[in-house]
């Protein structure tokens, strides 16, 4: 039986539905008609074909013949294949349907061959498939499949697929149809070895972040997934990973008289050879030549800059103005380990801060971490000076939970209130995070979880002893395109019995953009003899906002802050803050201006609040 080869996935149906129309250039005068006779997809169907018709091109004669036509051809699908159509040509043009009978299903056969008969995708396609013997005939489901069965090929790796026979016989005058479809996938093709070419990375390392192996089943999920991990490291500047599709693939792919696109974008970086034409190859493989059904993997990188800078400059009523200028490293030798540094500066707050990054089997998701670095703060009752050095283990989980063990060294002096002292703390903690968002410059959906334990105790020569408990959930859905929603909740507690030789570093503060708005940035705490701030041992804080799009970029804002810092929880210490904003979708990032009012503070009818990022 003859063989028909396809090398592209099938196109949709709506490109069936559409391809005539896409041929006629957009018309100057768009036909006005009233269809009667139908309803529902096929009135919506015929309307689809006759909009794009433009009536100063045609005589009354041709228009109305073309108009019969496209009606015609846009009932086909639905079965329809002897409908009467009348056409008024009048303003507006009236077209009147008697629809006759549908064609139904006399004889469905549907047949998969090759490896693929026993492949659970192929086998969950067939089952879908909506029609049977008996049915009316619809051509978009019959379109589908065959796009279905090419699109799982590709996908999998059945690059010699093909349909030996695709047929669709209808008999209008006996109201049937005759529907076949045998479908040979060929065998599935398997993994190769990798090969990778331009790489200042071990490649060793590199070939760990593949989720296949030499022999596994070809799916071309593992490859995008691949080309997506290397891309994640920073290491390089561009990353390439394509399947080598090479002698008896190539050969039997490549149609005669040149490649399709997608052939000649997967083998652009291989070497351009003679080819045979199908009958030289087909008498080649008659000689016993066996067959290899493996693909090699092409990778090709390009290191990225060594050395990368960035500034930025931003303002927040918090802070005030504040400048940060970062110097990364991604790579500083052959096994992927980073180094970065990071120099953040404002009013209030001055730190310097380091990361060595020390990948480990998977360079995304593991790794060992030696963070350091000094801090200055000069804020409210606060003066401190810190300098941290902590050994930390990460690991990120398929569910995208992110823990971190981790080992800190903190030394601080600090004045708080009417207090000051010197502290040296070692503890160990442990701490479990996950952030989804999407899209990551405004998220109209997303969500934040964070939960931290830390230990210190002066058996191991810690100042303090100290159980510290943080935690927080923010979370952001959207209804409609307009109406988003933003929910936070933020806990924490300290359980020592020296709470004076807890540094303000450790202590809570609330107020600010972040916590209770209506409030200067951490100026809710319990307070000393002298009416200065002190810190507390508890905190809670919450939010509730509603935004509603105004117009393109810009939204507006309503929203409630709940929260302060206690020595001992009371629900009536609580102070709230309420206001109207507005949210900005800039360039940069979303800019947010709020007016909030204090509840609960005497000297102050309302406080502004400027920032910009997004919320998580």
């Known amino acids: 039986m003859q063989r028909y080869r396809q090398r592209f996935t099938a196109m949709p149906v709506a490109f069936y539905l559409a391809a005539p129309l ?19 997809p096929v009135e919506e169907n015929i309307d689809a074909y006759l909009q794009n018709i ?6 009354d004669l041709r228009l109305e013949g073309e108009i019969r036509q496209r009606t015609q051809e846009a009932m086909r699908v639905f079965g329809y294949y002897e409908p009467e159509v009348e056409v008024t040509l009048a303003e507006p043009v009236r077209v009147s349907i008697e629809p ?9 056969s549907i047949n998969i061959e090759g490896d693929a008969q026993d492949d659970p995708p192929f086998q969950e396609a067939l089952n879908d498939f909506p029609l049977k013997e008996g049915d009316v005939l619809e051509h978009e489901p019959w379109d589908q499949l065959g796009s279905e069965f090419s699109g799982l090929a590709i996908e999998r790796g059945y690059f010699d697929w093909g349909f030996t026979d695709r047929r669709m016989e209808v008999r209008p005058y006996q109201e049937s149809a005759r529907l076949y479809m ?8 398997r993994f190769g070895q990798t090969r990778i070419v331009g790489s200042h990375i071990q490649p060793e390392r590199l070939k760990q972040m593949q989720d296949f192996e030499p022999g596994d089943p070809y799916l071309a999920e593992s490859i995008a997934l691949y080309n997506q991990r290397l891309g994640e490291t920073r290491w390089f500047r561009s990353v390439t990973v394509r399947p080598r599709l090479q002698t ?4 039997v792919i490549t149609p005669t008289g040149g490649g399709a696109a997608w052939y000649d974008s997967a083998t652009a970086s291989q070497p351009k050879r003679p080819r045979l034409s199908s009958a030289a190859f087909a008498s080649a493989l008659s000689v016993g030549q066996p067959n290899d059904y493996r693909l090699p993997i092409d990778v090709t990188v390009e290191p990225a800059d060594r050395h990368q800078f960035e500034t930025g400059i931003g303002y927040a009523t918090d802070v005030g103005p504040r400048l940060r200028f970062g110097w990364q490293q991604p790579w500083i030798n052959s096994l992927g380990h980073s180094l970065n540094h990071d120099l953040y500066i404002s009013g ?5 801060t380091g990361v060595y990054n020390i990948p480990l089997e998977d360079p995304i998701r593991d790794n060992y971490r030696l963070q350091y670095g000094i801090r200055k703060r000069e804020d409210n009752d606060t003066e401190s000076l810190e300098g941290t050095v902590e050994f930390a283990r990460r690991w990120e989980f398929d569910n995208r939970w992110v823990q971190t063990l981790y080992v800190r060294t903190t030394y601080e002096d600090f004045t708080q209130g009417n207090l000051s002292d010197e502290v040296w703390l070692y503890y160990p903690g442990i701490q479990w ?13 997303g969500d934040r979880q964070q939960l931290s334990l830390e230990y ?7 100042d303090a002893t100290f159980l510290r408990v943080t935690g927080d959930t923010e979370w952001i859905r959207t209804l409609g395109d307009s109406n988003r929603f933003l929910a936070r909740l933020g806990v924490g507690a300290i359980e020592t019995d020296d709470f004076d030789k807890i540094p303000p570093s450790l202590r809570f503060f609330t107020g600010g953009d972040q916590s209770v708005r209506g409030y200067s940035f951490e100026s809710l705490s319990p307070r000393d003899d002298d009416g200065l701030l002190r810190g507390g041992q508890q905190m809670l804080t919450s939010t509730l906002e509603y935004q509603r799009r105004v117009t393109g970029d810009w939204w507006g804002a309503a929203f409630v802050d709940n929260g302060n810092a206690f020595d001992d929880w009371s629900a009536d210490d609580l102070k709230t803050g309420a206001g109207l904003g507005v949210r900005w979708i800039s360039p940069v990032g979303p800019i947010r201006f709020d007016v909030a009012h204090p509840f609960d503070d005497e000297d102050n009818d309302f406080r502004i609040h400027f920032s910009i990022g997004p919320e998580f």
């Not at 045998?182 to 093709?189: E, I, L, M, T, V």
């Not at 995070?433 to 959906?445: I, K, Q």
């Not at 210190?456 to 810690?462: F, K």
């Open 22 to 40: 896409l041929m006629i250039s957009p018309p100057l005068w768009a036909l006005e008609a009233t269809v009667s006779g139908v309803s529902g």
């Open 54 to 59: 433009d009536e100063e091109r045609y005589t």
């Open 100 to 108: 006759g009978p549908q064609v139904r299903i006399e004889t469905l």
């Open 182 to 189: 045998d479908f040979d996938s060929g065998p599935r093709y």
């Open 248 to 251: 008896a693939q190539e050969l």
């Open 348 to 352: 209030p707050d001055q730190r310097f």
């Open 433 to 445: 995070s996950r952030t989804r968002t999407r899209p990551t410059r405004f998220p109209l959906w």
């Open 456 to 462: 210190s105790d002066t058996l191991w020569g810690s």
